[in-house]
Nanobody
Framework: QVQLVESGGGLVQAGGSLRLSCAATGNIASINVMGWYRQGPGKQRELVATVSSVGSTNYADSVKGRFTISRDNAKNTVYMQMNSLKPEDTAVYYC?????????WGQGTQVTVSS
């Protein structure tokens, strides 16, 4: 089992920045992928960004150039720096952890961007 604890959401004005963090604890394998999904009001959950244990990253087109995902393998923690935030980035952001074909989810953290 893997547990995920997220932090860093909040309210910010358009153009502002936020940093999300997610720490994984439990039975952590050396090969895994950590990342973030989001679900906006009335929308389906969508991929935002992922980073593998060897550092390979993947971003949704809508956040490329604005969001940066990184991780600290020693702390089993993933970070996402979100810059130039837009009102359409408003959503609940969920941390995700994939290993051994099993995907774990965090409880979600609210990000609200006001115009």
């Amino acid at each position: 089992q893997v547990q995920l604890v997220e932090s860093g959401g909040g309210l910010v004005q358009a153009g502002g920045s936020l940093r999300l963090s997610c720490a994984a604890t439990g039975n952590i394998a050396s090969i895994n992928v950590m990342g973030w999904y989001r679900q906006g009001p009335g929308k389906q959950r969508e991929l935002v960004a992922t980073v593998s244990s060897v550092g390979s990253t993947n971003y949704a087109d809508s956040v490329k150039g604005r969001f940066t995902i990184s991780r600290d393998n020693a702390k089993n923690t993933v970070y996402m720096q979100m810059n130039s935030l837009k009102p359409e980035d408003t959503a609940v952001y969920y941390c995700t952890f994939l290993q051994n074909y099993h995907n774990y989810w965090g409880q979600g953290t609210q990000v609200t961007v006001s115009s």
